[in-house]
């Protein structure tokens, strides 16, 4: 699921694709040479219906003349979605969310059962799109974990969206609480990503399923509110994954401890710089909490409407 050129937000391949930003993970388009897109998860399994993960991750999709799945992300709050702000980037989207485990454009853009209209969406306010890309230019290329520098600020790479309020989320579905950071000083530390991205670099599925991947903890990025991940050779984040969540298992069960970001280009890098979610805790409170009053402006994030 690598997602950095564009912050894995780019676009892997679909039937029905969407460019997005460089790698950022952000949806399924086949890219020629020299393009980046938004990466899935690599190496990774399929999440069963009973798996915890399946009750928290969404999709994103486009219903747009050009739409298709293209970001991840994850339920935190009553009808609120927790994903990444590169995903809003092109805001030409028709952006509904997908509630169940994988997506066919051809049949499931048709079928709107299982899926609800996002009516806003707050975007971090710090969260800057040509900021993010300098830095996916930095690290495009890298394949050593090691080697993989800091943004050196952060990159406030979150938005919520709120769901339209006659939509009907399924029953199975809850929200997810957030992990404390400090919980990256136990030992073993289990990392698992989730996202419907693409399954290799060259993103040539036609069909988006939910799937998931263990991570490995390298260190954190103090000064930008990040970390970074290994999944190994051959196994990642990729397009299409940006926005999904990052979790770990606590005492208390599933908790989400970051956001799918950015990485190399190369998905089967295993490579992931991702947004911790416990610096931001105040942020996402205060956007849940008002996201629903019309209007209702906040500086520290910037609302975007969609049209019914």
């Not at 990466?39 to 219906?49: D, F, L, S």
């Not at 969540?245 to 280009?265: N, W």
Request: charged residues 20%; hydrophobic residues 40%; contains cysteine.
């Amino acid at each position: 699921m690598p997602i950095h050129f564009c912050l894995r937000k780019f676009p892997c391949f679909w039937l029905l694709a969407i460019p997005l930003t460089m790698q950022c993970k952000t949806s399924h388009q086949k890219l020629s040479v020299g393009e980046t897109s938004d990466p899935k998860i690599v190496g990774g399994t399929r999440v069963a219906a009973q798996d915890k993960i399946a009750t928290h991750t969404v999709a994103l999709v486009d219903l747009g003349d050009k739409g298709g799945q293209y970001c991840s992300g994850s339920l935190i709050g009553p009808r609120h979605i927790l994903t990444a702000a590169h995903c809003f980037n092109e805001l030409e989207k028709k952006p509904f969310i997908l509630f169940q485990r994988s997506f066919e454009p051809a049949t499931d853009a048709r079928d709107r059962f299982q899926m609800a209209r996002v009516s806003r969406v707050a975007i971090h306010s710090g969260y800057s799109h040509a900021v993010s890309d300098v830095y996916d230019k930095r690290i495009i290329a890298r394949v050593d974990v090691q080697k993989v520098p800091s943004p050196g600020r952060p990159l406030d790479d979150l938005a919520i969206a709120l769901i339209d309020p006659d939509a009907e989320i399924p029953s199975s579905y809850q929200a997810v609480s957030i992990a404390s950071a400090s919980a990256l000083q136990s030992e073993p530390i289990r990392i698992k990503a989730a996202g419907f991205g693409c399954q290799s670099t060259a993103c040539d599925e036609t069909k988006s399923e939910l799937r998931k991947v263990p991570m490995s903890y390298v260190k954190t990025f103090e000064d930008a509110g990040m970390i970074l991940l290994s999944g190994g050779a051959g196994r990642g984040t990729c397009p299409g994954d940006s926005g999904g969540p990052e979790f770990i298992e606590t005492e208390d069960g599933l908790r989400q401890l970051a956001v799918v970001s950015t990485g190399p280009d190369a998905c089967e890098a295993g490579i992931a710089v991702d947004t911790l979610l416990e610096p931001y805790e105040a942020w996402i409170t205060t956007a849940i909490q008002n996201l629903a009053r019309s209007g209702w402006q906040n500086p520290a994030y910037r609302l975007v409407d969609f049209a019914p």
